[in-house]
């Protein structure tokens, strides 16, 4: 398939609109690869830090005029010379951040914190992301996507459920437990997902969105669901037979929400906090010293671990793509952001070619 000179992407000014561009096809130089892009997901974080202004600093800090979009997925249609492993025609995922492969973060496959202001940059903040026709990107960035899985599904372990996983491994999920999950956006589903694949049997969600509550028990990715408020902890309680969860994790970066999942979690129990920003107030020695409760926080992943989550995914017969409520073209960009921003949906999709549906 000829490779065109010009292609449309999408780019972010930072007052809740979508500015479409017209930019030349990269070429990939040394170690690069050309990517023709299939399926490209919406993050919250697109939202909070830069669609409806620029908040971000440093990683976070979105470079002006770039093609927005971390959450790519598609197929190499030109490898670079000095490629060593992906080559013409692999489907790939990419990891959304690419780092200078040389710092201890980025030796230990944490590409999110590589240390080098010079060479970190995430696709879609600092360097060209997915919302384009094609996407440049490194060879090292890349995972190889398994034929049983699908872009759309691709797209998701990107950013989204490679996140989940990490925060999940951390705190370590099985069918011992009961877990809790505050804030039921696409990552908090992704929570449910997941924590269901590794052997949790009761799984409860809170929200304050109607229908993501909706969107939660429909699916079956929770047991109970809860509109947040103050009784919450009371209703997971009374669930877990006035003990509380084993697990609990926050997606919600909401301070009330992250109270609720230190205090709705029993007694030698974990929580993990993954939904980003705020603030959360809680009492020391009443919330966790005095019942030995650990918090973790969990920033996205490492490379190794989304090459062993995509095996996982296809071995437990889950799709991630199940996530998604909502497909847009390319042309239509614009309508999938403010769909997002609203929070009235599922996981929110650019496609093209045959993820088009
Ligand atoms: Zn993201
Ligand atoms: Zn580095």
Known sequence: MAIPKKMAGA??????TVEMGYFD????GHGE?????????????DIRAIYHQHLGKGPEGYQKGK?????????????????????????????????????????RGYMISC??????????????GGMAEYLLAEEKDLVLLPKELSYSDGAQVAC???????????????????????GLGPVGLATAMLARAMGAKLIIGTDTVAERLALAKDKGLCDYV???????????RQLTGGMGVEKAIDCSAND????????????????????????????????????????????????WRMEELVERIVRWGIRPESLITHRFALDKVADAYALMASGKCGKVAVVFDEELK
């Open 11 to 16: 780019m972010l000014p930072g007052n809740s």
């Open 25 to 28: 096809v990269p070429v990939p």
């Open 33 to 45: 690869v050309l990517i023709k892009m299939k399926s490209s997901t919406i993050c919250g974080s």
């Open 67 to 107: 093609i927005a979009g971390h959450e790519p997925c598609g197929q190499v249609v030109q490898a670079g010379p000095g490629c060593r492993r992906f080559k013409d025609g692999d489907r790939v995922i990419v990891y959304h951040i690419s780092g200078c492969g040389v710092c201890n973060d980025c030796r």
């Open 115 to 128: 240390t080098s202001e010079q060479y970190r940059k995430a696709y879609g903040w600092q360097r060209d």
């Open 160 to 182: 989204g459920f490679g996140t989940v996983y990490e925060g999940l491994e951390k705190i370590g999920i099985s069918g011992n437990d009961a877990v809790l999950v505050t």
């Open 226 to 236: 809860f509109p947040s408020g103050p009784d919450n902890v009371e209703q997971v």
């Open 256 to 303: 009330k929400a992250r109270l609720t999942c230190i205090q709705a979690t029993r007694k030698w129990g974990k929580i993990c906090f993954i939904g980003e920003g705020g603030t959360v107030t809680f009492q020391p020695s009443a919330d966790i010293i005095h019942d030995q409760k650990t918090i973790y926080g969990s920033w996205v992943t490492n490379i």
